[in-house]
T-cell receptor, first 114, second 113 residues
Framework: DGGITQSPKYLFRKEGQNVTLSCEQN?????MYWYRQDPGQGLRLIYY???????QKGDIAEGYSVSREKKESFPLTVTSAQKNPTAFYLC?????????????FGEGSRLTVL | DQQVKQNSPSLSVQEGRISILNCDYT??????FLWYKKYPAEGPTFLISISSIKDKNEDGRFTVFLNKSAKHLSLHIVPSQPGDSAVYFC????????????FGTGTRLQVTL
């Protein structure tokens, strides 16, 4: 089945540690996105990538890093510089034209900093 | 600065009745709008969209209305079913921005028996 797989589903991290969230898609989509969701808030864009080896900052990129070495993969690293990393992280890929294609989301990864 | 607003955090509707979820936006550059549905601990799923060149789009039980002059859109679900109980997010984007979506804060819909 085609889809987006995020792992791990739940992750605990001590303060000061970096952590990498995995996102893999087998939909053959060119564009991929990372969003963050906090309670009572909408999804906010962290980073996005339209093609391999290229990515751009979203609205809240500080404290995060990404890579896009393969079309299928778009991992997100939450660094120790991110001041409030506890959140629900969602990866998505885009189908269709860049202007109007809807996004397909994975099931999310919940990160808790202890 | 919340560019997409969903002012009702929750809504309760009886099964079989109409559900109306509202969304307002402030950025006049937005020209494409989407609704997503989200169940707990899952990613959102796309529901329906509308371009700014239209004022209505229909897909089965779901209809989205766009009022550009009021910068307002609404999602109508008729008839509402218990399986529709979820959080609904309104999202907006501007042509040429690589589908960078700006989301509202969501409305939790509860469809009661």
């Amino acid at each position: 089945d085609g889809g987006i797989t995020q792992s791990p589903k739940y992750l605990f991290r001590k303060e000061g540690q970096n952590v990498t969230l995995s996102c893999e898609q087998n939909l053959n989509h060119d564009a991929m996105y990372w969003y963050r969701q906090d309670p009572g808030q909408g999804l906010r864009l962290i980073y996005y990538s339209q093609i391999v080896n290229d990515f751009q900052k979203g609205d809240i990129a500080e404290g995060y890093s990404v890579s896009r070495e393969k079309k299928e993969s778009f991992p997100l690293t939450v660094t120790s510089a991110q001041k409030n990393p506890t959140a629900f992280y969602l990866c998505a890929s885009r189908r269709g034209a860049p202007n109007t294609g809807e996004l397909f989301f994975g099931e999310g990864s919940r990160l808790t900093v202890l | 600065d919340q560019q997409v607003k969903q002012n009702s955090p929750s809504l309760s509707v009886q099964e079989g009745r109409i559900s109306i979820l509202n969304c307002d936006y402030t950025n006049s550059m937005f020209d494409y709008f989407l609704w997503y549905k989200k169940y707990p601990a899952e990613g959102p799923t796309f529901l329906i969209s509308i371009s700014s060149i239209k004022d209505k789009n229909e897909d089965g039980r779901f209809t989205v209305f766009l009022n550009k002059s009021a910068k307002h859109l609404s999602l109508h679900i008729v008839p509402s079913q218990p399986g529709d109980s979820a959080v609904y997010f309104c999202a907006a984007t501007r042509t040429g921005t690589a589908s960078k979506l700006t989301f509202g804060t969501g409305t939790r819909l509860q469809v009661t028996l």
